[in-house]
């Protein structure tokens, strides 16, 4: 039952976006200078040779890592004149960070905006898996001459002001890697999709529509943003 699964998965999951944000999500952001990307909840697949402290160390490597990941991919599409916002370095914001206890859920996203003296936060969580192993995937193939998902990559992030008790903007992508697929390049590729379809990208649909909306001075739009699904 669960080969027959991950195998439907891999015929209808490749990699796929999905946001909602609130309906004035461009006048919001663009009063915002900085924001500040906190270290992301990572997940990753425990080895059998691992210790409990062997497997914390691997995943606070992995999980700074990663953040320093999304914060070169936006800072690289500012550069190329993509986004707006200034971002602030990962040793700025996690010398406030986890002092404060942010990993252990001591301290709310909307505080550290304040505390890092920035307009919003994206928060995000990671994971890393591996459905089933190489050998298997390799012994089903053999056996049935189908594939199986052997890597997957799912993202989920969110934009956090210091106004809204809620998320302004939300976002989910996933990817999902068959026999010789690399978790490198898929964690590449879901912080690409990731950083491309913040808000702050007023060059990318649907946010460049609605900017257009705002310098007309439409900038209170009646109807709530609606999940937008990008391929």
């Not at 952001?29 to 990307?37: F, G, Y």
């Not at 942010?102 to 920035?118: G, M, P, Q």
């Not at 890393?128 to 997957?152: K, R």
């Not at 990817?175 to 990208?201: D, H, W």
């Amino acid at each position: 039952m669960k080969w027959t699964a991950l195998f439907l998965l891999s015929l209808s999951l490749g990699s796929c976006v999905v946001t909602n944000y609130v309906n004035n999500i461009i006048p919001i952001t663009q009063k915002h200078h900085t924001i500040a990307v906190l270290p992301p909840r990572t997940t990753i697949e425990r080895k059998v040779w691992m210790t409990d402290d062997r497997f914390n160390e691997f995943t606070t490597k992995k999980q700074f890592e990663l953040q320093e990941h999304l914060i070169r991919s936006l800072n690289r599409r500012i550069n190329e004149g993509k986004c707006f916002v200034e971002v602030l370095d990962l040793h700025s914001t996690n010398d406030i960070a986890l002092p404060e206890g942010y990993t252990e859920n001591r301290i709310s996203a909307k505080e550290l905006c304040r505390k890092l003296k920035v307009d919003a936060v994206i928060e995000s969580s990671i994971q890393i898996l591996e459905p089933v192993s190489e050998l298997t995937a390799i012994f089903f193939q053999q056996t049935t001459g189908s594939t199986l998902i052997t890597n997957s990559v799912t993202l989920n992030a969110s934009l956090i002001d210091t106004l809204a008790n809620t998320p302004i903007w939300t976002l989910n992508t996933a990817k999902f890697g068959t026999l010789g697929s690399i978790k490198k390049a898929m964690q590449a590729k879901v912080i690409r999709r990731t950083t491309r379809n913040t808000p702050y990208n007023i060059k990318k649909s649907p946010y460049r529509g609605l900017y257009l909306d705002y310098l007309e001075g439409e900038d209170d739009p009646t109807e709530e943003g609606e999940p937008i699904r990008l391929r």
